[in-house]
């Protein structure tokens, strides 16, 4: 038994295969600079006023800044705070344990309820019950937006649902 592919239909010597799908559009200067602008600006905000403090406090960290005195006089210290905080400072160790549960518990939950809702979601309509009806709206919003029932829509349209 041969399991060969079929042989792919022959072109014209020096001409290109035909395309299948869309044209490629290519994106005018006005479209690059409206790109450029509403992702560029959030950026710099975004950057500024996040990414930039953040550095910079993990950077004074490792200083003996007080805070009061000019930054230009802070000395680098290396890692004497931190140890100094582990060491010195009895709350911090449960303050460090009771965030670590925080972190646990904030992406355990939504992530396992996620999933059962997915698992209930994918199941056939007479398993669908045990859900809330606004879950379901949601996910006919989700899924086919412009077939979406509107609570007292007569139209066809919404009606398709």
Do not use: Q
């Not at 000395?75 to 010195?88: A, H, I, L, Q, S």
């Not at 518990?105 to 999933?115: D, N, S």
């Not at 606004?134 to 009606?159: K, M, N």
């Amino acid at each position: 038994m041969s399991t060969t592919a079929p042989a792919a239909p022959a072109t014209p010597t020096g001409s290109k295969p035909p395309r299948r799908g869309r044209k490629v559009h290519r994106l005018s200067t006005r479209d690059k600079i409206a790109l450029t602008v509403m992702a560029g600006v959030p950026a710099i905000i975004v950057i500024g006023l996040v990414w930039v403090p953040a550095v910079m406090t993990v950077l004074v960290s490792f200083t003996n800044w007080d805070g009061f005195t000019p930054l230009r006089e802070a000395k680098g210290v290396g890692f004497k705070n931190y140890t100094d905080v582990v060491t010195n400072y009895p709350p911090f160790k449960p303050a460090l344990v009771h965030n670590l549960v925080w972190l646990g518990f904030t992406f355990l939950v939504p992530t396992v309820l996620g999933i059962f809702m997915a698992v209930l979601l994918d199941r056939e309509p007479a398993r669908r019950a045990a859900l809330p009806d606004g879950v379901l709206h949601a996910r006919r919003a989700v899924a086919r937006p412009h077939r979406l029932h509107l609570a007292g829509s007569s139209t066809a349209a919404t009606r398709a649902c």
